[in-house]
């Protein structure tokens, strides 16, 4: 019997997992709202896994000879891990029943058959296939085809698994770091705002489309769509779109006419799915430009306040902040850059901990990083309760990087969490993540440890000995974690970008770096900056998601152009020595602004080049007999005089250091003259 302090314990922080994940499925969905049947799945199916970072621990301790820590009997560990690993097989089915649009669950149920008729139609093929390998290997054995199962979707889940632990074991540490860094997370911002502008000016657009059909189908009152009227009205109720807009709008116009003469109820399903998943996606892009907004903001203040020390968010300051205008300034510029950069630290030393074991655990699993932190006793293979604390952060750790590593992917159908307003589809399917690679993840973890230890747990006994009774199991939890490299390689040299720059896609939405530092580029930082400022504003086409800020930080947003003092003083120079109607007119303060000139870096690769070798050239001292000074034998100087192809013509000949920017070289590389010729 299990002692009544582990018991309690045991029991107590599996309810606190339960108040964690109730708190999480409330900010993600309305739990008021949502049906029962949505609900109890979803909640076992993230309440259970995350148990994994209790039962692991517990199942450690509980199978030695000196029980410490906390531990509960066979059969219990036994209970909850048939539990938590057969409940991943229930939420594809009820993902695709959420979204099937259908009214009655008849109509919900035939379209989740038919949807996923061609899956499970695979999964029997190679099912099949399996079962006439066992019977061929082993004859009909039950265990050997229940073992075959859990080694199929183990294998799966463990590929899945270490190919997103990998990124999010780089991905998760570099965050924080360049965190730390506010003009860079700045400009990251930045940059990114264009992308996430069109994708939520996209998403208005779709749903304005599929709201003016709703409109056209609530006009017909005769044919077919008589019969289903009640349910034309229940989506014209949700309709924001007024007919004017409909009349204005060639988008919407083009809508209206794709409605079919014949309106069937799959064409209202089809409606209706799309419909709910346009809002959703509408909500999810507004929130996120929402979230962008504040956030620039925000790290603009925190650059402005390095002058006057007093840092204030205006609006946007929360009303328990008990700090003051100082502190807040030394809070964001000091002390939390500094966490960002030591937690990120510390997170890349545990990421190079998990990938030191990931090698070492298949020749010398006591060597391991993660083993030397668990077992503190290795002369007797005991684990105590802080072996059991640390068991539990390595796993969560494990898992963290590898569920946040799913928001990265750009390829889930569209799939987000989204506060208040997640689709119930997407709920489904992160729960369906959470439920299948918690278990490959935790244990991969036990593989870390000694035999003697991981051997002699429930979990191996349930899982592992099934696993390694298959030729496709034996040895591949031990060989296959150390591809985990790959990702890891990506992530760390950008391979991803790369990809992108050739094939136009990409693996992972990563902070990308701009690789036209100056911005001017469609889609630039620049552009990011303007649109920012341009909502914060409140000027046309925005959003009104924040307030319109004071006369001083709208001076302040205006862009302004820097010229450096060389450039300056040579061009007033320039201008002083031309005459003066040929020197430009200074335009007015209601007339246009004058384009800034493009930095160096966006001129093409043949002037860049001219410029250099014309200032190679120019630093070589002349010998004297090419200098016009320089006597000849006979007394008289020497004048070395270039063909008219060299001097252009007419030109006068520059002088010797050929410092008028006229030369050659320039005209032959894309150059200009100085009084703004061009040569044919």
Not at 208 to 235: C, N, P
Not at 262 to 272: K, N
Not at 544 to 564: C, E, F, I, K, Q
Not at 640 to 666: R, V
């Amino acid at each position: 019997m299990a002692s009544t302090g582990s018991t309690v314990f045991a029991l107590s922080a599996f309810f606190g997992i339960c108040i964690c994940v109730l708190l999480l499925l409330r900010h993600f969905i309305r739990l008021r709202t949502a049906p029962a049947y949505l609900l109890v799945p979803v909640f076992l199916a993230i309440a259970l896994p995350a148990s994994i970072a209790l039962l692991v621990p517990i199942d450690l301790a509980s199978r030695a000879e000196a029980r410490r820590g906390i531990w509960l009997p066979e059969r219990a560990l036994l209970v909850c891990w048939r539990i938590s690993y057969w409940l991943t097989f229930i939420l594809p089915i009820l993902g695709d029943f959420m979204d099937a649009g259908y009214r009655d669950p008849k109509g919900r149920l035939t379209y989740t058959l038919r949807t996923n008729a061609k899956y499970y139609l695979l999964v029997l093929g190679c099912a099949v296939g399996g079962l006439v390998y066992i019977i061929i290997s082993y004859g009909f054995d039950l265990t050997a085809i229940k073992s075959l199962v859990m080694a199929l979707a183990y294998v799966w889940g463990l590929v899945f698994a270490i190919y997103l632990m990998g990124h999010g074991l780089v991905a998760i540490p570099r965050r924080l770091i360049r965190s730390a860094n506010i003009s860079g997370s700045l400009r990251a911002l930045q940059a990114k705002a264009p992308k996430v502008h069109d994708k939520m000016e996209e998403s208005i657009s779709v749903l304005e489309e599929l709201q003016a059909q709703v409109t056209q189908l609530s006009k017909r009152k005769t044919g077919t769509a008589r019969d289903f009227q009640e349910w034309i009205d229940d989506l014209a109720a949700g309709n924001e779109l007024p007919e004017s807009r409909i009349a204005s709008d060639p988008i919407a116009r083009e809508a209206t006419a794709r409605v079919p003469a014949i309106v069937t109820e799959r064409y209202l399903a089809d409606v209706t799915r799309r419909s709910i998943r346009a809002h959703h996606q509408r909500a999810r892009y507004i929130q996120e430009w929402d979230l962008l907004v504040r956030e620039a903001s925000q790290l603009q203040n925190i650059l402005d306040s390095e002058g006057s020390k007093r840092l204030t968010f205006g609006s946007h300051s929360s009303r328990f902040d008990p700090l003051t205008p100082y502190t807040r300034h030394v809070f964001y510029t000091r002390i939390l850059p500094t966490a960002s950069i030591v937690l990120g630290g510390f997170l890349a030393l545990g990421s190079t901990c998990i990938l030191l074991s990931e090698f070492i655990k298949w020749p010398a699993p006591q060597l391991s990083p993660v083993s030397l932190t668990v077992v503190h006793h290795p002369s007797n293979m005991h684990i105590g309760f802080g072996g059991q604390l640390t068991a539990a952060i390595w796993i969560f750790y494990m898992c963290l990087c590898t569920l946040s590593s799913l928001s990265d992917v750009p390829v889930w159908g569209g799939r987000a969490l989204v506060a208040r307003n997640t689709h119930s589809e997407s709920v489904c399917w992160y729960a369906l993540q959470v439920s299948k690679l918690t278990v490959p993840l935790s244990y991969n973890f036990l593989t870390f440890l000694p035999k003697q230890i991981h051997e002699n747990t429930v979990f191996f006994q349930f899982l592992g000995r099934l696993i390694n009774l298959t030729p496709l199991g034996a040895g591949f939890d031990f060989i296959f974690p150390i591809f985990i490299l790959l990702p890891v390689c990506a992530t760390l040299f950008n391979l991803y970008g790369r990809i992108k720059s050739v094939f136009g896609f990409n693996f992972f939405e990563e902070e990308e770096e701009e690789s036209n530092g100056s911005g001017f580029r469609v889609g630039g930082w620049r552009e990011g900056r303007d649109l920012i400022n341009r909502e914060l504003q409140g000027g046309p086409g925005s959003l009104g998601l924040s307030p319109r800020p004071s006369s001083d930080d709208a001076a302040r947003a205006a862009p302004t152009l820097w010229v450096p003092p060389a450039e300056r003083n040579e061009n007033s120079s320039e201008q002083s020595s031309r005459p003066q109607a040929m020197r430009p007119t200074r335009p007015s303060a209601r007339g246009p602004a004058l384009e800034p000139t493009l930095p160096e870096d966006d001129e093409n690769i043949f002037q860049l080049f001219g410029k250099r070798v014309k200032n190679t050239i120019d630093t070589i001292d002349k010998p004297k007999w090419m200098q016009p000074s320089s006597p000849t034998s006979s007394g008289r100087p020497f004048n070395f005089k270039k063909p008219k192809w060299m001097t252009g013509g007419d030109t006068p000949e520059p002088s010797s250091n050929g410092g008028d920017g006229n030369s050659t070289l320039d005209r032959l590389f894309g150059g200009r003259s100085n009084d703004g010729q061009v040569r044919l």
